[in-house]
Structure formats: C-alpha cells, structure tokens
T-cell receptor, first 118, second 115 residues
Framework: QKEVEQDPGPLSVPEGAIVSLNCTYS??????FMWYRQYSRKGPELLMYTYSSGNKEDGRFTAQVDKSSKYISLFIRDSQPSDSATYLC??????????????????FGKGTHLIIQP | DTEVTQTPKHLVMGMTNKKSLKCEQHMGHRAMYWYKQKAKKPPELMFV???????INESVPSRFSPECPNSSLLNLHLHALQPEDSALYLC??????????????FGEGSWLTVV
C-alpha cells in the first residue's frame, strides 16, 4: 500500500461547480499537509498549508484534514477555467529530521488532473 | 511569482556534455532541495541541503552532483546523462526549522532534454 493515495483523474466539471479533491494516507506520523497546484510545464505552486484537523479557508479554497480517518480534502468553490491544472497533495513527518537542521522532504500523492469546462 | 529562481528554463544536452542547473532563493531559507519530475508523475526527492550541508541523497546516480555554495544558491552539475534523465528538475527551499513542519516552495523548474 502506498503511503499517499490520490485519484489521478482526469476530473472534468463545468464552470461554477464545487470541486472536491481528496487524498488518503497510511502513515500516522504525517502531521503537516499541503496542497499544490501545478500548471502544465510549470513548478508546483503552494495553495494551502494545514496542521490541525479541521477546515482552513482561503478565498475560494478550503482545505480539510481529518487525522482520525487519515483523509484530507481540498474544495474549490465557483470553479473557473483558470483552475484547470494538476493538484498535488503533499504531507510531511516533522519527526523525520535530517542531520544539521529540520529540513524534511515531502511525500506526494500522484496528483489529480482537473479540467474546468467553460 | 515564485521566489525561487531557476536557470536555465530549458536545456538540451548530449550524453557526453557537462552542464549545470542553477537555483537561487532570497527568502532566508536554510534548506534547499532538488526534485526530479517525469511527465504525469509527482516530484521525486533527489538531494536535500540543510544549512549548506548535504543531508540526504536519495541514492541518486553519481552523474548528478549537487553543490551548495551558500545558503541562497544551489547548483546541480550534470555529466554523462542518459536519455531517461530527461525530466523537469525542480529546486525548492524551506525554513529548516527542527521539529516543525516546513513549507516547501518550488521554483518554476528547468526542463532538461538529453539527446
């Protein structure tokens, strides 16, 4: 079983719809959760960063974390064609520290390819 | 716009060439990373520098050689690459706070094609 599961899609929805993107994970040591948006041929752009269980809202985006179920979600309200991209969930274990500092890598999901139809 | 700057944006090199990818950040971060990303795959960690020291090397072939001249700069030296090394190479940085979650910021990437 992979550490992070994410449906690769593609997920196609009409403009204005509410989009729900999800990831599940198996490693209970993951404590920090991120969502990145990646446009074609560009680097990942950080959208949301959460720590505790519950909801975090930023504009049209809401990140939800349920640590008891090991399940995270990203909701996009009033979706726009410009939201069409690949969305990557990522998570980190803060106890996994490299020597010399607190740098830690991320464990990514496969990414969901989202298409918003005009 | 991302505050992690990578050059060049595109690079085509032969299998006998030597080239370098460069990365710079001015956010005061003390950890810098190289990731490799193939099409339709998530980024894969290659190297981590924490406080200018190489902290992890994820068993990457020796034809890839990282260098961290100072806390703001990161290089990836390339030599005798194979066509399967063609990919998007992403530089990233974070604060490197011990015991805390470190938000990792990515650059736009360098597209490498090996012919």
């Amino acid at each position: 079983q992979k550490e992070v599961e994410q449906d690769p899609g593609p997920l196609s929805v009409p403009e204005g719809a509410i989009v729900s993107l999800n990831c599940t994970y198996s490693n209970s040591a993951f404590q920090y959760f991120m969502w990145y948006r990646q446009y074609s041929r560009k680097g990942p752009e950080l959208l949301m960063y959460t720590y505790s269980s519950g909801n975090k809202e930023d504009g049209r985006f809401t990140a939800q974390v349920d640590k008891s179920s090991k399940y995270i979600s990203l909701f996009i309200r009033d979706s726009q064609p410009s939201d069409s991209a690949t969305y990557l969930c990522a998570m980190s274990d803060p106890t996994y520290m490299y020597s010399g500092g607190g740098a830690d890598g991320l464990t990514f999901g496969k990414g969901t390819h989202l298409i918003i139809q005009p | 716009d991302t505050e992690v700057t990578q050059t060049p944006k595109h690079l085509v090199m032969g299998m006998t060439n030597k080239k370098s990818l460069k990365c710079e950040q001015h956010m005061g971060h003390r950890a810098m990373y190289w990731y490799k990303q193939k099409a339709k795959k998530p980024p894969e960690l290659m190297f981590v520098y924490s406080y200018e020291k190489l902290s992890i090397n994820e068993s990457v072939p020796s034809r890839f050689s990282p260098e961290c001249p100072n806390s703001s700069l990161l290089n990836l030296h390339l030599h005798a690459l194979q066509p399967e090394d063609s990919a998007l190479y992403l530089c990233a940085s974070s604060q490197a706070r011990r015991g805390a979650g470190n938000t990792i910021y990515f650059g736009e990437g360098s597209w490498l094609t090996v012919v």
